[in-house]
């Protein structure tokens, strides 16, 4: 690294670019992952790391746990399974709008502990709006319970939200210990979330007897596309989940284990077709991949690690310390709350991965890495459940406004940020509870 860049500390001219990132991806003038891949390019240009630096920064665990299971939702998604459920859900409860709410947000948040949330709300978006069409009631109540659903049932699991994805992977944590430690909090989240949306919307949705009954018709069956590759992609996706539990018993890392599965799959889809057709169908295969999605990581990681090899992630660290006293208690619940408070502002994967290298910092302080758990589970819960309080904190906010709007359905910023600020704010005071009960 450079003793100076232009003129200037290497610490404040990373630090600008940092910023500038952040700022411009609030903005959401300009494409994030063009952002990000254009502000890790300056950081090489200016010699705040090498080039080899910049790769050594990119986390390709990561990025091959997010590629791989991409491949397989999206072989998967031409099954028609997701419809098959949704549809399943509904006539489940005889088609009656609260049971409806209710079964179709666990269906969201069961989806969404082993798919992105983007990914789940558009299968089930477009699901909902057709039953809420039939049944003529407001969809506006299912979509924002399906999207507080899939940021808050993401949060149990290694892979169903990014920031657990990052942490997972830069610290090491396993299925099995994201499923230990943040599952019981998700699921008391959970309950209390439909308690209060059937007091709120559910208990006021009515639906007459002969438009239930047309949902009744529905043919779940006639939704299965591809019988064959339904049960393949069932045997790949639970093989997937089982490696993950045992991961470190196999000494396999998730984004191999990833990574074979959507190999595997990727095989048996092309089993026993012609050359040709078999190329048409991993075409197809590879462009589920969401390469503004795998881009905007590896940008950001070079970002980020430009940051950390300038100081700045050690001072902001030391400024930590110094706001808390250095007292373990008070630093667990103020990055709890942090991260909410942020990640409702800001797009809750680059304050993580600024986040991750920041806490690992702090190991000699509370006496090693193992002590850090509580920190990790602060930061995961703050960061995705915080993403649930604005229409800008997470991903899924977003796409299913899109989805809504497409609809005719009215889903802006203050009215979602109305029905959602108190729900997300009830949520993070169990955490807060959670944390304390459990760990402090």
Known sequence: MNSTVLGLPPLWVATSILVLVYVTIMLDRLNRAVVAVMGSCVVILLGILTQDQAIAGIDFNTL????????????????????????WSAKRVRAHPAGVLALLALVTACFSMFLDNVTTVLLIAPVTLAVTRVLKVDPYPFLITQVMASNTGGTATLVGDPPNILIGSQVGLGMDQFLLHMAPAVVIIMVV????????????????AEDRARVMSMDERAEIRDRPLLVRSLVVLGAVILAFLFAQDLGLEPGTIALTGASVLLLMDCWGR???????????????LEWITLLFFAGLFVIVAGAEQTGL???????????????????????LWASAVLSALVDNIPFVATMIPLIKGLA????????????WVALSLGACIGGNATLVGASANITVAGIAERNGVEFGFMRYTRSALGLTAVSIVLCHMYLAVRYL
């Open 64 to 87: 091959m746990l997010l590629a791989g299971m991409m491949l397989i939702v999206g072989i998967t998604r031409r099954t028609g399974l997701f419809e098959y459920v949704a549809i």
């Open 364 to 375: 000699p302080l509370f006496g090693g890495e193992e002590a850090l758990l509580p920190l």
């Open 313 to 335: 992630l050690a001072r902001l660290g030391q400024v930590l310390i110094d706001a808390t006293g250095g007292d373990f208690r008070t630093t667990v619940l103020a990055v």
């Open 193 to 208: 979330q439909a308690a209060i949306g059937h007091f709120v919307w559910a208990r006021l949705l009515h639906a007459k």
């Open 274 to 288: 012609p050359p040709e057709d078999q190329a048409h169908h991993v075409h197809n295969s590879l462009s589920e």
